[in-house]
């Protein structure tokens, strides 16, 4: 029992603005839908509403084709961003006076009176703070599973996505680039766009320098001349010999250390650019002759600019991007 959207495609001025864009929204789950700004989130929810008419595609509810029906026939519940144009809709005429996140709130609690079968919301979530964040995460979740209901979320906060979303679909360039958990999304994207708006990452240049058939793939950062090995892959992800590939790796999974290291995790020397306290971590910049990276650290603990470290990237950390 789901809402299921098959190869949905959008065109405006003779321009594609979707393309075949295909997902499962489980009822009781809420499924997210992530991007940048202006990737096509909203026109997806307005197909799925009824709002907008594809061209091409197909949804289904529970198996059922409805793509024919009208918005009214449909009656998904659909609730937006607070704007000019919401007011209307949610709260009358005339602009309340609560704060935005208040009205936001109010917003997606109307919503989730209005569903029946399927929820859309649209970066519902916006202005709101932290503590009413939460709290309407918690009633979103409880109202899905309580009332059996095929939740859409879109927004281009991937943190959002992390703290609610069962499931997500990577929308970039008119196309889902890659769907899965959370949690699956985040450790291994697939792609250099997936892996640079998903939260925090070392994106770098570098080259192969191994055969295709090593056991160890090597690669030497452009920037450094680092040598780095990585976990073995499939040949089709290496890259060609004489051609740049990009590497990535989380700040958190980056360690710093002092002393004693453990050779197999790429050791590199640098030295501490800056210190970025960020509350329950802290962020550190670091210069390895050029290479230029950001590790992530629950505590800080005697490190300032100007210090110099060793640093640690874990072989099977690093992930290659070629696209």
């Not at 602009?95 to 519902?124: E, F, M, Y």
């Not at 450094?224 to 700040?251: C, D, E, M, T, Y």
């Amino acid at each position: 029992m789901s809402l299921k959207a098959s190869n949905l495609s959008k065109l405006y001025d003779r321009k594609w603005v979707l393309r075949d864009i295909s997902f499962e929204a489980a009822r009781g789950e809420i499924f997210g839908l992530f991007g940048a700004s202006e990737c096509g989130k909203t026109t997806i929810l307005n197909i799925l509403a009824g709002v907008e008419k594809p061209n091409g595609g197909t949804i289904y509810l529970d198996s059922i084709d409805v793509s024919a029906q009208s918005k009214e026939k449909r009656a998904f519940a659909h609730a937006a961003a607070i704007s000019d144009s919401s007011w209307k809709r949610f709260f009358g005429s005339g602009k309340p006076s609560q704060p935005s996140g208040t009205r936001q709130s109010d917003a997606v609690r109307h919503a989730l009176d209005d569903a029946q079968n399927v929820l859309l919301l649209d970066n519902v979530f916006s202005s709101m703070d932290s503590m009413q964040k939460l709290e309407s995460f918690d009633l979103l979740r409880e109202f899905a599973k309580k009332k059996n209901l095929a939740v859409v979320f879109a927004t281009s906060d991937f943190d959002d996505i992390l703290l609610l979303c069962d499931k997500v679909a990577v929308i970039a360039d008119t196309e889902i680039i890659q769907t899965g958990t959370p949690r699956e999304v985040y450790l291994d994207p697939v792609s250099y766009s997936v892996a640079r708006i998903t939260g925090r990452n070392n994106l770098f240049e570098a080259r192969r320098v191994t055969s295709s058939k090593a056991e160890t793939p090597e690669f030497q950062t452009i920037d450094g001349s680092h040598k780095l090995s990585i976990q073995k892959v499939a040949k089709r992800f290496l890259g060609p010999l004489n051609q740049n590939v990009s590497l990535g790796i989380r700040p958190e999974h980056i360690s710093i250390s002092f002393g004693a290291s453990f050779p197999e995790d790429n050791l590199i020397k640098a030295a501490i650019t800056g210190v970025q306290f960020l509350g329950s971590t802290t962020l550190v910049e670091l210069d390895a002759d050029g290479l230029r990276l950001d590790a992530l650290v629950l505590r800080l603990v005697g490190l300032k600019a100007g210090d110099e470290c060793m640093l640690g990237l874990p072989p099977d950390r690093i992930s290659i991007y070629n696209d």
